[in-house]
């Protein structure tokens, strides 16, 4: 069988995951992974779900093993419609669509919104799972610039000028960067976003996740209107668990309906059991729980792996400070390959993922870390693994001195 002629022309387009394969070796004996963007195992409510499992059944009963509508159940929807019905965008249940993570949410976005050549905004970089998602559609992306303060809005405002079809962003704590977009320019951008044809999608995983400052509104509550052209994206897979696979979009009807026959054919609807699980874990309390104790927890690693990098990386290196979230990224000295280096890490035990997959243009010489998934002691070990090997390698290429910590 020649396989190569049975195959779509988009599958040329897809790629395995950088961060997928890199994970493959964090299962070997002493290895220290800040590759993957995992919450932390023992942070499960592991006792609480097996708990709220046994009382879903016994609430539900079949009804939570049976199929479902494919705009997903409605305790969940509403739960929704009350967080984010704020700011004068009155979010209805009609405009909340349960999705299988929201890793499926931006997938059925992308299938649903995106023709060939169609022109979509990212920041440069960003998060690697959309660009796969995206892809094989045909979207032809534009990179934008960031700094410490996010996404650089006054070069989106000239962009928008040639009508893009959409802008994607994750506004808080950004992946890979760790980056926050400030208040000032969310409300820039609003006002750009309310005077185009562009639809910004809003990808918010991490917010909930902020361990310094006050909780900046989304950009769905600053445009305030749910029929405007802002939608939100999220998950429980950060607050609670991943394995749950339970997301949600938030949009405007005319869209959402397209949305939910994309959905239809894919997977018919989301979990029925893990919705009302979820549910469950909410109205019992965990989830408000468990916020607090993620918080601390991460906080503290957050604190912890900057002060060692801080202690022990070599000068000529810069990193991020995120005000929460799980990720910073660093920059080597012009010149320097995160890959190689990578590959070197690897044999001393330790993993972290290269940049330029996150990048539409450069990135070569930078790397996140994760800091929410390692132990403390870990954290330690590995940085300072770490640290010995940039040490190592910046003898043989001595960078220019450059202030150390300042962000990408």
Known sequence: MNWENKFAHRTG????????????????????????????????????????????LQKYGSKALQYGET???????????????????????????ITTGGQQ?????????????????VENPTYLALLLSWRPFGANFIPMASDQDGLRVAE?????????????LVPNFQNPQGTTLSVERRQTLIRAIQKSETLLIEDDPYGQLRYEGDFPPSLLELN???????????????????????????????LLDKLVLAKQAMDLHTSTFNQFLIWELIDSGVLDQQLPVLRKNYRERRDLML????????????????????????TLPSG????????????????????????????????RLNFSNASPEKIREGIRRLADLLCEQLQKHPPEKAPAGVAV
Not at 105 to 121: K, M, P, Q, S
Not at 226 to 250: D, E, H, M, Y
């Open 105 to 121: 949410a931006l997938d059925v976005i992308g299938r649903t919104l995106i023709d060939e050549g169609d022109a979509v905004l």
């Open 307 to 330: 002060q060692e990098i801080e202690e022990h990386f070599p000068e000529g290196l810069r990193w991020t400070r995120p005000q929460g979230g799980m990720f910073l990224l660093v």
């Open 336 to 367: 320097c390959s995160a890959r190689q280096l990578a590959m070197k890490a690897l044999e001393r035990n330790v993993l972290f993922v290269p940049g330029d997959d996150f990048h539409l243009t450069g990135g070569e010489n930078t790397f």
């Open 71 to 97: 705009e997903g159940v409605t305790e969940l929807r509403d739960y929704i419609v009350r967080q984010f019905s704020r700011g004068g965008a009155k979010v209805e249940r009609e405009n909340v669509l």
């Open 224 to 254: 305030g209107s749910i029929n405007g052209n802002v939608v939100n994206v999220g998950t429980f897979s950060k607050v609670l668990a991943p394995g749950f696979r339970v997301g949600w979009v938030i949009a405007a009807r005319e």
């Open 13 to 56: 387009l897809m790629k395995r995951s950088t961060v997928r394969e890199i994970l493959k070796h964090a299962a070997r004996p002493g290895m220290i992974s800040f590759a993957g963007g995992l919450p932390a195992p023992e942070l499960f409510p592991i006792k609480e779900t097996a708990e709220a499992s046994h009382r879903v």
């Open 156 to 168: 989106v405002e000239q962009k928008l000028s040639q009508k893009p079809k959409l802008l994607y």
